[in-house]
């Protein structure tokens, strides 16, 4: 088969440009198994205890769907794989999807596919060159992350199952986004197909685990099969075959479809669009929301869904047993209220908030790629103001954080309305504790605004801080870190548990300290050079 | 005389790359001028400081009587821009990005932008991401030329167009100028400078070279002399003229340049040698533009981008 020449180019090259991106996070993935494993371990420092702290977590539905059911409760190191296996694997599968992205679609999206291809470059090469590398890059962190979680203490056989485990989940989805990319005529696009085919797999096997009678849903998903491999438990690794059988079909789905497309397009063609644009489309406000309103509306439907599943859950965790275990882990992972479904809800809007502040992040780092564009330019150069144009983002980022907070905590009260005597009641008792973080969240919207205006060309600093202060708001307790530096994070302050008071003073100081950060964006913004190109 | 655009010794250094250098340019209110330079000679900084998106590191801009720093919205109101490189929203439609640049302008002239949608052939509905790069630039241009401002700042907005698109856009802008608006046109395209520009403007690594009418240009410039005569003098002789350089004697063919004000110097000279043929040819376009790119002193010639020492 010909249409492969100058891979071996492509890839030197990609190692190139991706030299620093690829060993950090992969060393950062290594070390997020290990400290896990050694971190949860020691929470328990009794075996019988982890045991049976692993025992109530296996029972409870509320636990299973966030973060996967634990295979063998009876082995005490099946707990410290417990917290990384799902979530861990979510984020490996996020890594695998960025590094095809950026050497298909984003390549052919900004023409420089174009530029190699008139070389002596095959048509199969650039994808073939990014499939490798991200496939490579996966079965590395898988193995490393084997290794540190048996240096951690953990059984070797069950560690490397563990591996096994990731290494499918981060497979299938280098297939996936392989597919995604020759799909889609756009970056967003392509992100847009592979992640919400990574979201829609997570809650498959969400309710698949939780339901009785739905089981067979785990089977379908690619994370459900990480479950499957049962590490620390059977160890059956041979489950890997399924991930391996359908990463090389999405593979060879994705060279079928690249035969069949031409350069810079997708099997989904434009639609044309207005000839003129609509009355409301005068402003940079007008704009930037135009420009926005997909990933938002996107965000809101996933956070819509979450919503419900997790009121639906947490409307059973009191019924399901009261065991003081579960209390127990429940309280130790985060947060402290009466009842048993409380904590579990504000353990999950505690985390929601951070996906929250991540879309806001998201959306604010929008104005670096309108720069980056050369869009930002052509609208600076009419009468629309840098305070307009910054504004305009501020805003979406602002109020569609805080719009997404608030569909959650809707959500949360529909899924559990029977829990609280009714929508209405439960919307009163859950609304204000789902509406808590959004200071805090500004804040980090905040920070990224004034990271952006003042230092354009380092915006990585904005997702480094939101990544810290989830470190220490996740890893910060467990590791027992001092006070001072918990406090560094704005999610540690005005924390409320449904039903709780609100707490009025911090809250006041956090949004106070985001219009602070916003206004200050905006000066730093208003002083600079325009970046160019 | 009024002026829309006044620099004067402008600098602007990007770490320790110099961009611009002591610039000058005058630009004179109701004048097609064309701004000239060799690749990354600073025509586009020198634009973009024109437009308030950088600020100068010393010297003085005055366009339209404002500060382009500080006055950037009510300058804005009355220039319209096309940049060099025109990206498009990708999913917005061509015609929804002609009518919000125009909005954000504060409006644009409707009939004007259908007509000219029509002239330049532009299917307004296609996405952004869709067009050609041609096409992109026409959907900048339609947006600028549909607003009826003061002044136009255009970055090499032709060197896309196939050549039917570029007498459009010569059409459009011979319009402007009998409106008595102003235009600032960067350009490499030597045959649209000599159809549309009053005056012009060659910079060189950050620095004005020259200005004035294509004639004036040309009056600075040499003159090739090909003479055949009966009587040839002594090489030595005619090398020593004021003004003249490059001469050759080939038996009774003498050929050389001369500056274009020692002409007449050298031809009273030759005439006591009896001439019999002579052919003076007036430097060329394209010549003339040679000579002026060319001449850049090696220690302030910029290294090209992306090549390592």
Redesign the interface.
Same mark, same amino acid.
């Given at each position: 088969m010909s249409g492969y020449a100058g891979t071996g180019t492509l890839v030197r090259l990609a190692l190139r440009r991706d030299r620093v991106l690829i060993p950090v996070c992969l060393l950062g993935f290594i070390a997020l198994a290990g400290g896990s494993a050694r971190s949860t371990v020691a929470l328990y420092p009794d075996p019988t205890q982890a045991v049976a702290a692993a025992r109530a977590a296996a029972l409870s539905p509320a636990i299973v769907g966030m973060y996967g059911p634990i295979a063998a409760p009876d082995n005490p190191d099946s707990i410290g794989a417990f917290k990384t296996l799902v979530l861990g694997g979510l984020f490996l599968a996020i890594f695998a999807f960025a590094i095809v992205r950026r050497h298909t679609r984003t390549e052919e999206?900004a023409g420089r596919t174009e530029l190699v291809g008139a070389g002596v470059v095959g048509r199969r090469a650039p994808l073939t060159a990014a499939v490798l590398i991200a496939a490579a890059t996966v079965l590395i962190t898988s193995l490393g992350s084997s290794l540190s979680m048996a240096g951690a203490g953990l059984g070797l056989a069950g560690s490397l199952a563990f591996g096994v485990a990731w290494a499918g989940i981060g497979l299938s989805f280098v297939g996936v986004t392989a597919v995604a990319a020759q799909l889609t $005529?756009?970056t967003?696009g392509c992100a847009a197909v592979a992640l919400g085919t990574l979201g829609a797999t997570y809650l498959l096997r969400a309710v698949g685990d939780t339901t009785s009678g739905a089981g067979w849903l785990t089977w379908l998903s690619p994370i459900g099969w990480a479950e499957k491999v049962e590490v620390y438990g059977a160890n059956r690794v041979l489950v890997f075959l399924l991930p391996l059988v359908v990463t090389v079909g999405l593979v060879a789905v994705a060279f079928a479809l690249l035969q069949r497309r031409d350069l810079g397009s997708g099997l989904v063609a434009?639609?044309?669009?207005?000839?003129?644009?609509?009355a409301s489309?005068?402003?940079?406000l007008a /704009?930037a929301w135009?420009?926005q309103r997909?990933l938002l509306v996107g965000w809101a439907i996933g956070f819509a869904v979450l919503g419900l599943v997790l009121g639906a859950v947490a409307g059973s965790v009191s019924a399901f047993v009261d065991s003081p275990e579960i209390a127990d882990m429940l309280a130790k992972l985060g947060g402290n209220a009466p009842s048993l479904g409380d904590t579990f809800i504000s353990t999950e809007l505690h985390f929601m908030a951070v996906a929250a502040a991540a879309y806001g992040i998201s959306a604010a780092l929008r104005l670096t790629s309108e720069e980056a564009?050369?869009?930002t $330019?052509?609208? /600076?150069?009419?009468?629309?103001?840098?305070r307009a144009h910054l504004g305009a983002h501020a805003v979406i980022a602002l109020g569609g954080s805080a719009l997404l907070m608030l569909v959650m905590g809707t959500g949360v009260a529909v899924g559990a309305a029977g829990e609280y005597g009714g929508l209405g009641g439960a919307l009163g008792h859950l609304l204000p504790a789902a509406l808590a973080p959004v200071p805090a969240v500004w804040v980090c919207v905040g920070l990224a605004l004034v990271v952006y205006g003042a230092l354009p060309k380092v915006v990585v600093v904005a997702w480094a801080l939101l990544a810290g202060f989830l470190a220490v708001g996740e890893f910060g307790p467990l590791f027992g870190l001092p006070t001072v530096v918990v406090d560094l994070s704005p999610f540690s302050h005005g924390a409320m548990v449904p039903g709780g008071a609100v707490p009025g003073a911090p809250l006041a100081a956090l949004a106070l300290l985001a219009a602070a950060l916003v206004l200050a964006a905006g000066v730093t913004f208003r002083r600079r050079?325009?970046v160019?190109? | 005389m009024s002026f829309a655009i006044e620099v004067h010794d402008l600098h602007k250094s990007f770490g320790s790359s110099v961009a611009l250098d002591g610039l000058d340019l005058e630009v004179e209110t109701g004048e097609v001028h064309a701004f000239l330079g060799p690749n990354g000679s600073g025509k586009s900084t020198t634009i973009r400081i024109l437009l308030g998106l950088m600020r100068a590191d010393s010297g003085t801009v005055t366009l339209l009587s404002g500060d382009p720093w500080a006055d950037v919205e009510s300058l804005h109101r009355r220039l319209a821009y096309v940049p060099g490189d025109v990206k498009l929203w990708p999913n917005l439609s061509g015609g929804e990005v002609i009518d919000l640049l125009g909005r954000l302008r504060g409006g644009l002239n409707a009939s004007k932008r259908g007509n000219l949608v029509e002239r330049f052939e532009l299917d307004p509905t296609k996405k952004g991401h869709t067009y050609s790069k041609g096409n992109r630039q026409k959907v900048a241009l339609v947006a600028a030329l549909s607003c009826d401002v003061d002044l136009l700042v255009l970055d090499e907005p032709t060197s896309g167009l196939d050549p039917l698109m570029e007498g459009i856009f010569r059409q459009a802008i011979q319009a402007v100028r009998a409106d008595g608006r102003t235009v600032l046109l960067s350009s490499h395209i030597l045959s649209e400078v000599e159809a549309l520009a009053d005056r012009l403007s060659i910079i060189r690594s950050g620095r004005n070279v020259e200005t004035g009418s294509l004639a004036d240009l040309r009056h600075l410039t040499r003159t090739t002399v090909d003479a055949v005569l009966t009587n040839p003098p002594v090489l030595q002789e005619i090398s020593a003229l004021d003004g003249v350089a490059d001469a050759r004697l080939d038996g009774d063919r003498l050929r050389c340049s001369v500056e274009t004000t020692h002409l007449g110097d050298l031809l009273a000279h030759l005439g006591p040698h009896g001439i019999r043929s002579l052919t003076s040819q007036p430097p060329s376009l394209e010549e003339l533009f040679m000579e002026q790119y060319r001449h850049s002193s090696p220690a302030t010639t910029p290294r090209p981008v992306g090549v390592r020492a």
């Amino acid at each position: 088969m010909s249409g492969y020449a100058g891979t071996g180019t492509l890839v030197r090259l990609a190692l190139r440009r991706d030299r620093v991106l690829i060993p950090v996070c992969l060393l950062g993935f290594i070390a997020l198994a290990g400290g896990s494993a050694r971190s949860t371990v020691a929470l328990y420092p009794d075996p019988t205890q982890a045991v049976a702290a692993a025992r109530a977590a296996a029972l409870s539905p509320a636990i299973v769907g966030m973060y996967g059911p634990i295979a063998a409760p009876d082995n005490p190191d099946s707990i410290g794989a417990f917290k990384t296996l799902v979530l861990g694997g979510l984020f490996l599968a996020i890594f695998a999807f960025a590094i095809v992205r950026r050497h298909t679609r984003t390549e052919e999206d900004a023409g420089r596919t174009e530029l190699v291809g008139a070389g002596v470059v095959g048509r199969r090469a650039p994808l073939t060159a990014a499939v490798l590398i991200a496939a490579a890059t996966v079965l590395i962190t898988s193995l490393g992350s084997s290794l540190s979680m048996a240096g951690a203490g953990l059984g070797l056989a069950g560690s490397l199952a563990f591996g096994v485990a990731w290494a499918g989940i981060g497979l299938s989805f280098v297939g996936v986004t392989a597919v995604a990319a020759q799909l889609t $005529e756009t970056t967003r696009g392509c992100a847009a197909v592979a992640l919400g085919t990574l979201g829609a797999t997570y809650l498959l096997r969400a309710v698949g685990d939780t339901t009785s009678g739905a089981g067979w849903l785990t089977w379908l998903s690619p994370i459900g099969w990480a479950e499957k491999v049962e590490v620390y438990g059977a160890n059956r690794v041979l489950v890997f075959l399924l991930p391996l059988v359908v990463t090389v079909g999405l593979v060879a789905v994705a060279f079928a479809l690249l035969q069949r497309r031409d350069l810079g397009s997708g099997l989904v063609a434009a639609r044309p669009g207005p000839a003129t644009a609509a009355a409301s489309l005068r402003s940079p406000l007008a /704009l930037a929301w135009r420009l926005q309103r997909g990933l938002l509306v996107g965000w809101a439907i996933g956070f819509a869904v979450l919503g419900l599943v997790l009121g639906a859950v947490a409307g059973s965790v009191s019924a399901f047993v009261d065991s003081p275990e579960i209390a127990d882990m429940l309280a130790k992972l985060g947060g402290n209220a009466p009842s048993l479904g409380d904590t579990f809800i504000s353990t999950e809007l505690h985390f929601m908030a951070v996906a929250a502040a991540a879309y806001g992040i998201s959306a604010a780092l929008r104005l670096t790629s309108e720069e980056a564009d050369l869009h930002t $330019e052509q609208v /600076l150069a009419t009468p629309a103001s840098r305070r307009a144009h910054l504004g305009a983002h501020a805003v979406i980022a602002l109020g569609g954080s805080a719009l997404l907070m608030l569909v959650m905590g809707t959500g949360v009260a529909v899924g559990a309305a029977g829990e609280y005597g009714g929508l209405g009641g439960a919307l009163g008792h859950l609304l204000p504790a789902a509406l808590a973080p959004v200071p805090a969240v500004w804040v980090c919207v905040g920070l990224a605004l004034v990271v952006y205006g003042a230092l354009p060309k380092v915006v990585v600093v904005a997702w480094a801080l939101l990544a810290g202060f989830l470190a220490v708001g996740e890893f910060g307790p467990l590791f027992g870190l001092p006070t001072v530096v918990v406090d560094l994070s704005p999610f540690s302050h005005g924390a409320m548990v449904p039903g709780g008071a609100v707490p009025g003073a911090p809250l006041a100081a956090l949004a106070l300290l985001a219009a602070a950060l916003v206004l200050a964006a905006g000066v730093t913004f208003r002083r600079r050079d325009l970046v160019s190109g | 005389m009024s002026f829309a655009i006044e620099v004067h010794d402008l600098h602007k250094s990007f770490g320790s790359s110099v961009a611009l250098d002591g610039l000058d340019l005058e630009v004179e209110t109701g004048e097609v001028h064309a701004f000239l330079g060799p690749n990354g000679s600073g025509k586009s900084t020198t634009i973009r400081i024109l437009l308030g998106l950088m600020r100068a590191d010393s010297g003085t801009v005055t366009l339209l009587s404002g500060d382009p720093w500080a006055d950037v919205e009510s300058l804005h109101r009355r220039l319209a821009y096309v940049p060099g490189d025109v990206k498009l929203w990708p999913n917005l439609s061509g015609g929804e990005v002609i009518d919000l640049l125009g909005r954000l302008r504060g409006g644009l002239n409707a009939s004007k932008r259908g007509n000219l949608v029509e002239r330049f052939e532009l299917d307004p509905t296609k996405k952004g991401h869709t067009y050609s790069k041609g096409n992109r630039q026409k959907v900048a241009l339609v947006a600028a030329l549909s607003c009826d401002v003061d002044l136009l700042v255009l970055d090499e907005p032709t060197s896309g167009l196939d050549p039917l698109m570029e007498g459009i856009f010569r059409q459009a802008i011979q319009a402007v100028r009998a409106d008595g608006r102003t235009v600032l046109l960067s350009s490499h395209i030597l045959s649209e400078v000599e159809a549309l520009a009053d005056r012009l403007s060659i910079i060189r690594s950050g620095r004005n070279v020259e200005t004035g009418s294509l004639a004036d240009l040309r009056h600075l410039t040499r003159t090739t002399v090909d003479a055949v005569l009966t009587n040839p003098p002594v090489l030595q002789e005619i090398s020593a003229l004021d003004g003249v350089a490059d001469a050759r004697l080939d038996g009774d063919r003498l050929r050389c340049s001369v500056e274009t004000t020692h002409l007449g110097d050298l031809l009273a000279h030759l005439g006591p040698h009896g001439i019999r043929s002579l052919t003076s040819q007036p430097p060329s376009l394209e010549e003339l533009f040679m000579e002026q790119y060319r001449h850049s002193s090696p220690a302030t010639t910029p290294r090209p981008v992306g090549v390592r020492a």
